[in-house]
């Protein structure tokens, strides 16, 4: 190998931006998605990141999604019901990520949407994860193509038989549970309020 590189993505900016990361106060039973346009018209993506890394070509394996913080009342909680919705966008890997001063750069695309639940309370965190291939390719002013060793965490994907480097995006969401009884201020949903009363008898 010719040298060992982290790689580095960021969110994309644009129609491909995640609007979805840091919105605020989503009711119960609405939904939000993290395009920019009208449903469906534009994915958000990630792109190599233009300020960490030099012109480099990566290839992306494989795409796994997890939501990583649940927050709510311990009703929601032992059911462990997340809120986020989440496909790769449309990639086919192995998927070669690029940034170079001929073609500029592409981007991976991904779907992403939340739906508040009804005990859902504060911070939920969702974040993507692509598996990169242990090797990327530089150049010189050459034109010579030089292999290069990725020094990205690696995690095991498949129960411990072996372990990747990866990227990933995380994307936070505030939730706020639906009031009961309705119009009181008190944030408890109905499920909670049931069982508080019953344990109050």
Do not use: H
Request: charged share 10%.
């Amino acid at each position: 190998m010719g040298f060992s590189k982290i790689i580095f993505i960021q969110n994309q900016t644009g129609t491909g931006a995640n609007a979805l990361n840091g919105r605020g106060g989503l009711p119960a039973l609405s939904t939000i998605s993290a395009t920019t346009g009208p449903e469906g018209a534009a994915e958000p993506a990630v792109r190599i990141n233009q300020t960490a890394n030099e012109f480099l070509t990566a290839y992306i394996t494989g795409y796994y999604f997890q939501q990583s913080v649940y927050n709510g009342s311990p009703t929601y909680v032992a059911n462990q019901n997340g809120i986020f919705t989440s496909t790769n966008g449309g990639n086919t890997f192995p998927y070669k990520l690029y940034y170079n001063k001929d073609e500029g750069y592409n981007t991976l695309d991904f779907t992403l949407s939340a739906t508040g639940q009804q005990c859902a309370s504060g911070l939920q965190t969702a974040t993507i994860i692509w598996t990169l291939s242990t090797t990327a390719l530089s150049s010189t002013s050459a034109g010579t193509t030089i292999p290069v060793e990725v020094a990205n965490a690696q995690a095991s994907f498949d129960f411990g038989v072996t372990n990747a480097p990866f990227v990933s995006a995380t994307t936070n969401v505030f939730c706020v549970p639906t009031p009961y009884p309705a119009g009181d201020p008190v944030y408890v949903c109905f499920d909670e309020f049931a069982r508080l009363q019953q344990y109050q008898g």
